[in-house]
């Protein structure tokens, strides 16, 4: 397959094909004049790569999984554990921010549950890299 056909197929750009070549996610087997041609097998490594990318891993930690030929299950189990953090601080989050707009508080900054959700977002605790929104629940 050449690198046009490996772009509609797995819809990324000719552009994220080459750097993730240049990154050593994926090999091409040469060119076909000035096109780089690809084995079919691309395109599932693609598809690892996507679910990768979405489930948070950087492209590096994506290469050190594919390094070792088999896919480290500890990294895995250990994303797992941060998405599952990382769900929990959401749901914490949208949970106090239906209750601040449900509140009957007169106004949302004196209601006690939103008052701790500015807390722990002033406190560099709400987010990706945060340390959880524990006590906004009930």
């Given amino acids: 397959m050449d690198i046009g056909d490996v772009a509609r197929a797995s819809g990324l ?11 050593g996610l994926i090999r091409s087997l040469g060119r076909n004049g000035l096109r780089r041609q690809f084995p079919a097998e691309v395109l599932e490594r693609l598809a690892l790569i996507t679910l990768g990318r979405s489930a ?15 896919i480290d299950r500890q990294r895995l189990l250990a994303k797992a554990q941060e998405l599952d953090a990382r769900i929990a601080e959401l749901t ?10 449900q509140c009957q508080a007169p106004s949302h ?4 549950k939103f ?24």
């Fill in 109 to 112: 900054l004196e209601c006690p």
């Fill in 115 to 138: 008052q701790l959700l500015l807390k722990l977002a002033g406190k560099g605790k709400l987010g990706p890299k945060g340390q959880g929104s524990r006590g906004l629940k009930g």
């Fill in 13 to 23: 750009p000719a552009s994220t094909l080459r750097y993730y070549e240049e990154k």
């Fill in 92 to 101: 914490a989050m949208r949970d106090g921010l239906r209750h601040a707009a």
């Fill in 56 to 70: 948070g891993f950087s492209l590096d930690e994506i290469g050190a999984l594919f390094s070792q030929g088999e």
